[in-house]
C-alpha cells in the first residue's frame, strides 16, 4: 500500500485515491472497514479541480482535490495549488458561522492539496434545478440566513478588530484567483477581446453598443476598485447558482475557492445576478405547450426574498450580536440615538443594496458576453430563443449596473425584468 | 563594551546607546571613529518613544526607539514592541518614492525596536513653524508630491495586484495601533467620556451640540467604517503638522508609525485638517499691535495650494505611471475613450476630495473635544481668546463632515473658513 504522509503533491486517480483514504483512520471509518469494498469514481473535472465521491458499506464521502492549472489570460497565468487552503478556511469559517449551510470538512491535506467533504446527497446544483423548473421553498430562507450570518460575523460590525485583520491579511495571499475574477469579470467582457463570445448575429448590436458604453466602463471600473480594495467582510467570491447545491428541504453552498474580504454587496449581486440569469432564461426551456409562468413568478419572488431574507438577518444580527468597533453603541445611545442607529442601519443596508445590483448586473453581463457562459442560456439550442432570453437580461443588466443609484427598491428590480422580459418596455 | 547583536529589547539611556552605536561599523564611520568624542543626548520622549540625536566630529545620527507603551482606554490597551517594524517598512517605500521628502534609514534592529535616521537639522515641525507665523514657500509643492507619490504608487493604478495584497496583509498587522487611530479619531470625542477636555465654559454649548448631533455621529460612523476597511493605498496615518518637518527650503515627512493600507482622503484630510487648525489659531498667537492677516492668507492659499499639488501630481502619475490593474487602459481606448478617462479621473478624484473633507473635520473635532490636544490652540493662555479661535474651527469641522458632498471645492471651503472667522456667516 502506498503510504502518502506528507508525500510531494501527485494528482489523485481512483486507484490512487483507495489506498490513499485507507491510511486516514477516520475516513476509513466512515466508509466501513474494508477497503476492498469501497467504490470510488470521479463525478467532477474542472479546469481547476477533480472530484471524487467513495462510497463504502458504512458512508460516503466527497473528495476534491485542486489539480495544475495555468489560464491563458493573454498570457500564461499559473494558480498556485496551495490555493485548496482558502477553500479549507473558508469552509472552517463558514462552519463556525452558518453551521449546516455548507458541507462539513472531514480532513485537510495541504500536501496533497485535498479535502475530504461529507458528500451531499441527492442535491443538485440550483443552476440545475432551474432549468429543471425546480421548487425549493426553503432556499430564499437558508441562503438569505447563510449571506446574512456569514457576511455580518466576518465584518467590522462583528468580528474583533485584530482577528478581522488577521484574517483580511491571511486571505490577501489568495490574490491569483482574485485576480483572474476581477480580469474575467469587470475588465474582458467589455473588451473587443478574441475570448469573448455571444450569441450571434443576434446580439451583435447589443454586444457592439455595451462596449462602446463609456459610461457603463467608467462604472464597471468604479466596481472593480471597489472589489479590488473593499474588505467589507469574507465573500464567497464566486457564489452562482452552480455553488449552491438544493433538494426541496436543504441549501448547502460549495466551492468557496475565491475567497477573500471583499464587498458585502459582491456574493449577494453574483447569486442575485445568476437567479436573474435562471429567471430569463425560462422561456427558453418551456416547451411552448406548457409556459412557465408560475415558475417564473416563483423565482421573481425567490429574487425579492433573498434580499429580504439577507437583509432581515444582518439587521437581526446587529441588534442582537454587534461587537466589533464599528458603528460603535456608545455613538448611539438614548430614544434618540436608537432612531439615529435605525436611520445609519438603512443607510448602510442602501449601499450594499446598490453595490449587489451592480454586481448583479456585471454578473450578467459576463455570463453573456464573456468567456464563459452558463448552462441556463447555453442549454436553449435555438439561436433565436437563446438570443431573445439573453436580450432583456443584458438591458437590464446595463441599467442596474449604470443607474443603481435610482432603483427604489427589489421588487422594482424585478417589476423592470419582467417589464423588459415581456418586451413592453422601450430597450435602453 | 556591552555588545548588542541579538540581545533582547532594552530601553536605551545616552550611555548604553553609545556602546551600542560603536557596535555598528557604518553607524561609527558617520560619527567619527573615536567614540569618545560622540555627544549623544535625549531630545524627545513620547509615550511611545525616545528619540536621541548622536553628534561625533564626522557627522550626526537620530535615534528613535520604541518604549513599552500600555495606554488606558476604558481597559488597558498594550503596543507590541514590534511596531517599529511598520514605519520601518513605510520609511522603506517612502524613500522608493519620494526620495528626499522622508529621512533615509541608515540602520534598524528589530530586536531593539529601534531605528537610526539620517537627522534633519535645522528642520522644526510646521506646527511650531505656523505658531511662529514662519512661511515655507516649497512646503505645499513638495509635500503634494510626497502625497501624489506615495498614495499613487502605492494604490491599485500602479501597484501590481499581487505586491499590493502582500504589502496590505503585511500592514494588517498593525493593527493595534490602528485600532488606537480608530478609536482617538472617530469615537472617543464624540463620547460624554472623562478623558476628553475642551476650553470650558466657553465651549460647552458647542460641544454639546456636538455630542448630541446625530447625523454627525452617523457621518463619523461611516467615516470610521471606511477607515478600517479601505485599502486603496499605503497612508502615513498620521500625517499632522508635527510629523512634518520644515524649513525655508525642505520638507520631510517623519514618523508613519501607524501606517498602513488605508484611504487616500486620510492623509490629506489629517493635514489639512491641521493646516485648518494653524489657520484658525494665528489670532491668538498675533500681538494686538501686529495682526496676522497676511500670514492667515499665506495658510489660507497653502491649505489650496496643497490640495491642487497632490491632484495634479497624482493625475499626471495616472497619466505617465498607470500599471495597475484598476481603471484598465484597455477600456478607455481611442478618442472617445481618453474623454471617458478624465470623466473617470475627475469623479476618482472628487471621492478622495470629500473623503478629504471629511477627515479633515474629524481631525479639527478630536484636537478640540478629544483627550489630546495641539499646541496651535495649546499655547494661546487666554481662554477666551483660544475659544474664539476654536469655535469657527469646529464649526466648519461639523460642517465638513456633513456636507462634504455639497461642497464646491477647496477655494470655497477656505472662503467659509474666512467667513466663520470673521464672524460673519451665522453659526451651523
Known sequence: MLVYGAMAYREMTENRLGSYLATLPDIAARLGSRPQLWQIRKIATSELSAVFVAEGPAGEVCI????????????????PLERTVFEEAALTLYARFASGLVPRVLHYDSEQSLLILERLHPHITLRRGMIKAGVYPRFAEQIGKFLGETLFRTSDLAMAAAEKKERVAFFCANAEIGRLAEYLAFT??????????????????????????????????ALKQSFMAGPQALIHGN???????VTETDTKVIDPVCAFFGPI??????????LLIGYFSQRGHAPSHAPRSP???????????????????FLDLWRS?????????????????????????????????????RF????????ILGRRHVADFEQIDDRRHRAACERP??????????????VGDIAEVMEVARELREGTMPAG
Not at 467582457?189 to 457603463?216: F, G, K, M, S, V
Not at 454587496?265 to 445568476?274: E, K, Q, S
Not at 443584458?394 to 442596474?400: G, S, V
Request: charged share 25%.
Open 295 to 313: 415558475y417564473e413568478r416563483w423565482l421573481a419572488d425567490t429574487v425579492q426574498q433573498v434580499w429580504h431574507r439577507f437583509h432581515d438577518r
Open 265 to 274: 454587496g459582491f456574493d449577494l449581486g453574483t447569486l442575485i445576478g445568476h
Open 188 to 221: 474582458e467582457p467589455y473588451l473587443d477581446a478574441p475570448e469573448n463570445r455571444w450569441t450571434t448575429p443576434e446580439l451583435d448590436d447589443l454586444a457592439r453598443a455595451i462596449r462602446q458604453d463609456d459610461a457603463l466602463k467608467r462604472a464597471v471600473s
Open 360 to 367: 448583479a448586473g456585471a454578473t450578467i453581463v459576463r455570463a
Open 321 to 357: 450580536a454587534h461587537a466589533g468597533d464599528a458603528y460603535p453603541d456608545a455613538l448611539f445611545t438614548g430614544a434618540s440615538g436608537a432612531e439615529s442607529l435605525r436611520t445609519a442601519q438603512k443607510e448602510y443596508m442602501r449601499r450594499i443594496f446598490e453595490d449587489a445590483l
Open 239 to 245: 457564489l452562482h447558482t452552480g455553488s449552491v447545491l
Open 393 to 406: 437580461a443584458l438591458l437590464l443588466a446595463r441599467e442596474l449596473i449604470k443607474d443603481a443609484h435610482y
Open 64 to 79: 476534491k482535490q485542486a489539480v495544475p492549472c495555468t489560464l491563458d489570460l493573454g498570457g500564461q497565468w499559473p494558480l
